[in-house]
């Protein structure tokens, strides 16, 4: 059973939900019958790269035009489902960058199957340490630590590679009418768009390996059925 997640590293939401969805897979029965991908999504595309991002709260207030009043709201309530899911919080000291070197290194590290791991690595960085994850020497660190080759990771970095992939994966979600990250596709047919608690992580994936187990060619088919929580949309904006 494929499942298929658009994700990016400055969405605070996006960190919660993987967390999420990993407690609910180490539940799931059928776990070594998932296929995960990740699929890359960029918030904001526009933000300064290679270590030169600014803090989070600049970025809301300044270029995206979110009042303070509602930036201190926001951030209390994903401290919260942060403090819920047992994962530490920094986002006061958050700096926003540009995402596609971080997505350009998950698309190098899924090669080896090492993704998931760098990607948790990335979000930490910036969720729980307030680091640049736009920085290349911090893309370096991070992709050695997890186990690719230095020699590798630059050449990527110093190249094009992965750019026309990071376009198709968002330009994939805007066909199938998602434009808000986390979003979780499972077997196509069923999305979870948002950090959802483990629970009902655990609900739909049994119900979507059900589906998917007893499915027939002739079964008519008009789309996911869509689950939604808390997320971030194009704009760089996460619900409150």
């Known amino acids: 059973m494929k499942i298929e997640v658009w994700t990016d590293i400055m969405c605070p939401y996006c960190h919660i939900g993987k967390t999420h969805y990993e407690k609910a897979l180490r539940q799931f029965n059928h776990a070594d019958e998932v296929q995960l991908e990740w699929k890359a999504y960029q918030l904001n595309a526009d933000l300064p790269d290679q270590g030169r991002g600014i803090p989070v709260r600049q970025y809301l207030t300044e270029i995206a035009g979110f ?8 951030f209390e309530g994903i401290k919260r489902l942060a403090d819920d899911a047992g994962i530490p919080f920094a986002l006061n000291d958050a700096i926003a ?33 307030g680091k640049d994850y736009s920085d290349w020497k911090l ?4 992709g050695v630590e997890c186990g690719l080759d230095e020699e590798e990771i630059q050449h990527m970095l110093e190249s094009d590679d992965y750019q026309y992939e990071i376009k198709q994966d968002m330009q994939e979600a805007a066909n199938l009418g998602f434009d808000t990250v986390p979003t979780f596709l499972i077997d196509r047919r069923q999305a979870i768009i948002g950090s959802e608690p483990v629970d009902l992580f655990l609900k739909v994936l049994n119900k979507a390996y059900n589906d998917w187990k007893t499915r027939t060619d002739n079964m008519t088919f008009s789309g996911p059925e869509v689950t939604k929580g808390k997320s971030c949309n194009a704009d760089g904006i996460c619900e409150i």
Not at 106 to 127: E, G, R, T
Not at 139 to 142: A, G, T
């Open 139 to 142: 893309l370096m660190n991070i």
């Open 97 to 129: 960058a540009n995402t596609r070197d971080a997505h350009r290194l998950i698309k190098l590290a899924a090669k080896k199957n090492l993704d998931s791991l760098v990607l948790s690595k990335l979000s930490k960085a910036y969720f729980e340490e």
């Open 67 to 74: 009042p303070e009043e509602n930036m201190n709201r926001m």
